[in-house]
């Protein structure tokens, strides 16, 4: 459906509003599940499914080797830059969203002629007053920050632009649940759009969120003109726990993936930010969304049945990306449609997921739900698969979404999905660049491994290895439909952030590993200071966040969500896991793992 959003004159009108919309979610009871987190070892037969027993001869076609490509470095200084976006018709500004609080601004050409961007001296807007404290401000893992920025259609017209930033718990949230997870609108403070009016504020949605991580976390408009708001599970391991609600699948434990009714947890939400809602709610419902006029979920719901959405795209045809962090054994990309479940906690990727044994894939399980249950719907198994771990060899933990590159300066990418994960450990920047060849689509919820998309690693020219050796925690877009990756060298602290422009091979810069890096030869004299024991409580309680796998997502590391970020980069996996940022129940929440 083609949606034209009706001009918005009233735009005083919702700034002076207070209405908001808390979602109160069902608090399950039981204890917290623990985080193993990504340090945790895996066999290759963990990596096994029931029928292929993913043998050396698979393991050596799962990941191909790709194009080389260049990075030229456009932007420095950030902590832990989760978010790339550029706002309509604005060709010579470019918006870096740090986990830590800020939009910063990096000003000049696109196309490279211009020279390097430069980084404005103030932030466009700084939230860091109303977010959580990340990491306690000890620079450690953390996948809550401010996480995603999207900016309206017509912002030229009305200045208008949406975040996703993890506050406190509020007298509302229920006991011993962790933050708070924000959908806010701010506008500018000039007809320019030179900077943000801090005091414009209207919150739209408030999510209470169990743990600190599967926050999700971006936010974008898709080709309908509506927002489209992706939600972790709540975090901790297995969709079980603390904030974790009861669904209709009675083999596993949990969970907010597949129950519509009670929580807005492990879904992916559309709402219409143009048009006024009813009661309390300070939007719109679009009139396609699956359960509008039915008493079978909520009606924000676009889709569900995800862990923790790292970074989501809409190409030029309209599809819709969603990268997902796995937990124990694999990554996945979905494409998303319309009343779609992506089959979590039941599946993980294409295989049974077990709550009883998640370092093994499940026996067997359905692949649709019953018929009492929203009619027997298909569990939708993903275009792009890969596992943690090949021939013994890590991969991946945490996956970071990209982009479908549509641009002309590195023509060996064109109609390539270009992605990729936080971080091949832990305890040191390893992250990876990937891209799959864009095949057509056709939902399935019996996809065999010989279904998946080709994936190719891309190899980075003038760089040790031929890797970035930091970990990626995003992707941007620029007007040109040129591609840029984020990263950094550490977790929430330091001025190790970075964005870089890919660009043809040979024309990027000379990527030595940073000097700052964690892990690095000097941050390990420092740390030698330290009390015995000390390094070991970081590495596990890092671990176990699967997420900020990258979120920060990816996802990431993302402390917001990579998993690892995303911000989590999207990212590192919390819990065993290994995803991204997620946030929490029945709301709207973040991408990472755990």
């Known amino acids: ?84 976006e550029v706002a309509p018709d604005d060709e010579d500004r470019y918006f870096v969203v740090d986990q830590l609080g800020q939009i910063h601004v990096l000003e000049g050409a696109s196309n490279g002629d211009g020279g390097p961007l430069q980084l404005r001296d103030e932030p466009f807007l700084d939230v860091s007053d109303r977010m959580v404290e990340v990491s306690g401000g000890t620079g450690e893992f953390d996948e809550r920050g401010l996480l995603g920025l999207a900016f309206h259609p017509d912002f030229q017209e009305n200045g208008r632009f ?197 370092g093994e894939p499940g026996d067997e399980c359905p692949s649709s739900t019953p018929e009492d249950v929203r009619g027997g719907e298909d569990l939708l198994d993903p275009v792009i698969q890969y596992p943690h771990i090949v021939d013994g060899e890590t991969l991946g933990i945490s996956i970071t979404g990209g982009y479908v590159y549509e641009g002309e300066a590195a023509s060996e990418l064109q109609d390539m999905y270009v992605y990729g994960d936080w971080s091949r450990g832990f305890g040191s920047p390893d992250g990876s660049l990937f891209a799959s060849p864009v095949q057509d689509y056709e939902p399935s919820a019996d996809r065999s491994e010989d279904d998946l998309w080709d994936i190719q690693e891309l190899s980075v020219s003038d760089a040790p290895n031929d890797r970035i050796n930091r970990f990626v925690l995003a992707f941007g877009r620029d007007h040109d439909d040129e591609l840029y990756v984020l990263t950094t060298a550490r977790y929430t602290d330091g001025e190790t952030g970075e964005v870089w422009r890919i660009v043809p091979e040979g024309e990027g810069e000379t990527i030595e590993p940073h000097e700052n890096a964690v892990g690095s030869e000097e941050e390990d004299e420092e740390e030698a200071d330290t009390e015995d024991g000390e390094d070991d409580e970081i590495d596990d309680d890092a671990a176990g966040d699967d997420g900020m796998d990258n979120e920060t997502d990816n996802e990431s590391v993302d402390g917001a969500g990579n998993e690892s970020g995303d911000v989590g980069n999207e990212s590192v996996d919390d819990g065993a896991d290994n995803e991204s940022i997620d946030d929490g129940n029945a709301s709207v929440g973040n991408e990472s793992d755990e």
């Open 1 to 84: 459906m083609t949606h034209s959003p009706p001009g918005r004159d009233g735009q005083q009108r919702r700034r002076n509003s207070s209405r908001r919309r808390f979602l109160q979610v069902t608090a399950a009871t039981g204890a917290v599940a623990s985080i193993s987190g990504v340090s945790v070892a895996q066999d290759d037969e963990d990596n096994e499914t029931d029928d292929s027993d993913a043998s050396d001869s698979q393991a050596d076609e799962v990941v191909t080797d790709g194009p080389t490509i260049g990075l030229e470095l456009v932007g420095e200084g950030f902590t832990s830059p989760v978010g790339f």
């Open 162 to 358: 949406f975040v996703r930033y993890s506050a406190p718990p509020s007298e509302d949230t229920p006991d011993d649940y962790d933050h708070t997870a924000v959908l806010s609108e701010f506008t500018t403070a000039d007809d320019e759009h030179s900077t943000a009016d801090p005091e414009s504020e209207e919150i739209l949605l408030e999510v209470p969120e169990p743990q600190f991580n599967h926050n999700a976390g971006a936010v974008v408009f898709g080709p309908d003109g509506y927002l489209y708001v992706p939600l972790g599970d709540g975090g901790d391991a297995d969709d079980t726990g603390l904030g974790h609600v009861e669904d209709w699948y009675d083999e596993n434990e949990g969970g907010n993936g597949q129950n519509t009714t009670d929580t807005l947890l492990g879904g992916i939400h559309r709402i219409d930010v143009d048009a006024d809602g009813d009661g309390d709610r300070p939007y719109g419902i679009p009139d396609d969304n699956p359960f509008v006029d039915s008493d079978e979920g909520f009606d924000e719901y676009y889709a569900w049945g995800l862990r923790n959405p790292w970074r989501v795209s809409f190409d030029s045809e309209g599809n819709f990306y969603v990268a997902d962090v796995g937990q124990n054994l694999f990554e996945e990309v979905n494409i998303v449609e319309n009343g779609g479940n992506y089959g979590w906690n039941v599946k993980e990727g294409i295989e049974c997921f077990s709550t009883e044994d998640p």
